[in-house]
Protein backbone atom coordinates (compact mmCIF):
# COMPACT_ATOMS: atom_id res chain seq x y z
CA UNK A 1 0.00 0.00 0.00
CA UNK A 2 1.51 3.35 -0.89
CA UNK A 3 2.07 6.09 1.98
CA UNK A 4 1.65 9.59 1.62
CA UNK A 5 4.13 11.93 2.59
CA UNK A 6 4.25 15.96 3.79
CA UNK A 7 7.19 17.99 2.32
CA UNK A 8 7.98 21.26 4.34
CA UNK A 9 9.95 23.98 4.33
CA UNK A 10 11.06 23.39 0.39
CA UNK A 11 12.65 26.34 -1.32
CA UNK A 12 10.19 28.67 -3.76
CA UNK A 13 12.20 27.16 -6.99
CA UNK A 14 11.64 23.27 -6.11
CA UNK A 15 10.00 21.67 -8.71
CA UNK A 16 8.21 18.31 -8.72
CA UNK A 17 10.58 16.13 -10.79
CA UNK A 18 13.20 17.53 -8.25
CA UNK A 19 10.92 16.05 -5.20
CA UNK A 20 10.83 12.88 -7.48
CA UNK A 21 14.68 12.63 -8.15
CA UNK A 22 15.42 13.06 -4.19
CA UNK A 23 12.92 10.77 -3.19
CA UNK A 24 13.22 8.09 -5.53
CA UNK A 25 16.90 7.49 -3.82
CA UNK A 26 14.84 5.61 -0.98
CA UNK A 27 12.33 3.78 -2.77
CA UNK A 28 9.57 3.94 -5.82
CA UNK A 29 7.71 7.50 -5.93
CA UNK A 30 4.39 7.29 -7.21
CA UNK A 31 3.38 11.12 -7.47
CA UNK A 32 5.00 14.07 -6.30
CA UNK A 33 2.91 17.30 -5.96
CA UNK A 34 4.19 20.70 -4.91
CA UNK A 35 1.01 23.38 -3.34
CA UNK A 36 1.03 26.75 -5.25
CA UNK A 37 -0.94 29.30 -4.65
CA UNK A 38 -4.37 29.33 -6.41
CA UNK A 39 -4.15 33.32 -7.39
CA UNK A 40 -0.18 33.52 -8.18
CA UNK A 41 0.73 30.14 -9.13
CA UNK A 42 3.81 30.62 -6.78
CA UNK A 43 5.00 27.71 -4.82
CA UNK A 44 3.40 27.56 -1.30
CA UNK A 45 6.62 26.11 -0.02
CA UNK A 46 4.88 22.66 0.55
CA UNK A 47 4.10 19.28 -1.05
CA UNK A 48 3.27 15.66 -0.97
CA UNK A 49 5.51 13.12 -2.05
CA UNK A 50 3.47 9.14 -2.75
CA UNK A 51 5.78 6.19 -1.88
CA UNK A 52 4.95 3.10 -2.98
CA UNK A 53 5.07 1.18 0.23
CA UNK A 54 5.22 2.05 3.87
CA UNK A 55 9.28 1.16 3.99
CA UNK A 56 9.96 3.31 1.22
CA UNK A 57 8.43 6.16 3.12
CA UNK A 58 9.82 5.36 6.40
CA UNK A 59 13.67 5.36 4.45
CA UNK A 60 12.73 8.52 3.06
CA UNK A 61 11.39 9.95 6.29
CA UNK A 62 14.51 8.59 8.01
CA UNK A 63 17.12 9.94 5.37
CA UNK A 64 15.34 13.54 4.30
CA UNK A 65 14.03 14.87 7.34
CA UNK A 66 16.20 17.61 8.09
CA UNK A 67 18.27 17.45 5.08
CA UNK A 68 19.31 20.67 3.46
CA UNK A 69 17.56 21.62 0.08
CA UNK A 70 18.75 24.22 -1.48
CA UNK A 71 19.72 26.56 1.52
CA UNK A 72 16.29 25.22 3.12
CA UNK A 73 15.92 22.41 6.00
CA UNK A 74 13.64 19.93 4.25
CA UNK A 75 10.31 18.95 7.07
CA UNK A 76 9.53 15.62 5.98
CA UNK A 77 6.77 13.31 7.68
CA UNK A 78 3.76 11.26 7.40
CA UNK A 79 1.04 13.56 5.60
CA UNK A 80 -1.90 13.27 7.42
CA UNK A 81 -5.64 13.08 6.44
CA UNK A 82 -7.43 16.30 6.23
CA UNK A 83 -10.65 16.40 8.06
CA UNK A 84 -14.07 18.06 6.74
CA UNK A 85 -12.25 18.44 3.76
CA UNK A 86 -12.97 22.29 3.99
CA UNK A 87 -10.80 24.88 5.50
CA UNK A 88 -8.19 24.14 8.70
CA UNK A 89 -8.99 27.98 9.80
CA UNK A 90 -10.88 27.48 13.27
CA UNK A 91 -14.45 29.10 12.79
CA UNK A 92 -14.69 32.75 13.62
CA UNK A 93 -11.71 33.78 12.46
CA UNK A 94 -11.85 35.88 9.37
CA UNK A 95 -9.60 35.09 6.60
CA UNK A 96 -11.88 37.04 3.45
CA UNK A 97 -9.92 38.95 1.28
CA UNK A 98 -13.19 41.10 0.10
CA UNK A 99 -12.39 44.16 2.26
CA UNK A 100 -15.97 44.31 3.22
CA UNK A 101 -16.30 44.81 7.35
CA UNK A 102 -17.08 42.16 9.09
CA UNK A 103 -20.67 41.94 11.15
Known amino acids: ???KLYVG??????TEAQLTQLFGAHGEVVDAKIVSDRE?????G???VTMSDASAAQNAI???NGAPLEGR?????EARDQE????RRPSGTG????GAPRP
Do not use: E, K, Q
Open 40 to 44: TGRSR
Open 1 to 3: MSS
Open 84 to 87: GGGS
Open 62 to 64: GAL
Open 46 to 48: FGF
Open 73 to 77: NLVVN
Open 9 to 14: NLPWRA
Open 95 to 98: GGRS
